[in-house]
């Protein structure tokens, strides 16, 4: 009875580092991949998000795939990264090409899917009282153009929300936008979760400015990590360092042993 009490009290530390380590490796993948500041200015999620792709199953952050594999509309989840956020509001669901890292896009984000109206129903995205703006197109990058970066976000979207009218009707199809504008002309925000992966045809000629290999992170449970094992990584493009993976490895190893002595410390 009293070692289950001290059993308990050792875990409970390990839970809340658990959490918000997950945030913070996706933060990390967000900088790393330079969607910070290439697309945000600035990342602070307070759920995750993650994407199940029929025939790959749930997927890393950054993960390259390919765009047969990522074809089929995802699944998406949600889960809060702790007990004190709530998830039972209404949100938007958008999916952008934030394209090649270092990419200026003067036309904008490439618009793959934007739905309005989502809720998420346990922790599943659910979109039975939603609107399509644009319906699921899978990533489709051009031949040669290098790996881009698909970024799938889902906002809070409060009541006060309204779509500016290009963007109000069902059945858009896929096209060029300003997403930052979109949000903040809407009304959308905050920014509650994102991910994003890797998808490139062909072999690049292009010059990419230089990103660090994406950890694999701790944001999947070991069961889904295990599905995903055949790619677990996305390949950098060519003369790209890893220093940023492994800064980011120590950090979290650091967190993890604070932990470890905070249990020790209350045994
Ligand atoms: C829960 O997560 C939110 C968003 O990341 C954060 O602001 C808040 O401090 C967290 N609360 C606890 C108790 O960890
Ligand atoms: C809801 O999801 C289903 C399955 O992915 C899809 O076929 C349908 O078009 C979606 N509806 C809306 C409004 O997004």
Do not use: C
């Amino acid at each position: 009875m009293f070692s289950t009490f001290l059993v308990s009290l050792a875990l409970l530390p390990f839970a809340f580092a658990q959490e918000s380590l997950d945030v913070k490796a996706i933060e990390a993948h967000f900088t790393q991949s330079h969607l910070v500041p290439d697309l945000f200015a600035s990342f602070n999620p307070s759920a995750l998000l993650s994407l199940d792709y029929a025939g790959v199953g749930v997927v890393q952050p950054g993960q390259l795939l390919t765009k047969e594999q990522v074809g089929p509309t995802p699944t998406v989840t949600v889960t809060p990264a702790n007990s004190s956020v709530s998830l039972d509001g209404i949100y938007t669901l958008a999916m952008v090409d934030a394209d090649v890292v270092g990419s200026k896009l003067p036309g904008g984000q490439t618009r793959h899917w934007l739905v309005n109206g989502v809720t998420i129903s346990g922790s599943t995205v659910a979109n039975s009282s939603a609107t399509a703006i644009t319906g699921y197109a899978g990533p489709w990058p051009a031949s040669g153009s290098g790996p881009h970066r698909y970024v799938v976000a889902i906002y809070a979207q409060p009541s006060t929300f309204a779509a500016p009218a290009a963007y109000s009707q069902p059945n858009l199809p896929v096209g060029t936008f300003d997403f930052n504008a979109y949000v903040q002309e809407s009304g959308l925000g905050p920014l509650v979760a994102a991910t994003y992966i890797n998808v490139e045809e062909g072999t690049t000629t292009l010059a990419i400015p230089s990103t660090s290999a994406v950890v694999t992170s701790t944001l999947l449970p070991s069961s889904a990590v295990q599905t995903s094992s055949k790619s677990t990584t996305a390949s950098a493009p060519s003369g790209s360092s890893t220093s940023g993976a492994s800064s980011i490895n120590v950090k979290l190893f650091g967190f993890t042993a604070t932990a470890a002595s905070l249990a020790l410390a209350l045994i």
